[in-house]
């Protein structure tokens, strides 16, 4: 096992992986999972109907300063909630690992 290691690592060293707009694997595997479950269902979209409903009369400039930073935050709390969801995956087979 430790030459297969060995060459693994080489080999990635001489060929790194491309994470897409991630640096990890972690953020890789989260950005396969927004791709593949697109964050604009019904109730999203009715969400922000009522976000926009509640802004009515304002500026669409000043609009764009509320909308942007809340898009960032939907995703980031998207993406912090897959990333923690994979963490407990990982320590729940730890686990399970360690009764046998």
Excluded: W
């Excluded at 400039?61 to 963490?87: A, N, W």
């Amino acid at each position: 096992m430790p030459d297969f290691y060995t060459i693994l690592k080489s080999h990635i060293e001489s060929n790194p992986p491309s994470f897409g707009d991630g640096d990890t694997v972690l953020s890789m595997l989260y950005e396969a999972f927004a791709e593949a479950n697109p964050m604009d269902d019904g109730r999203l979209k009715q969400d922000f109907h009522e976000l926009y409903e509640l802004m009515n009369g304002i500026p669409l400039r000043e609009m764009d300063k509320i909308i942007y930073p809340v898009c960032t935050l939907c995703r980031d709390h998207q993406r912090s909630g897959f990333v923690e969801g994979v963490r407990v995956g990982v320590k729940l087979k730890q686990e399970l690992e360690e009764q046998l």
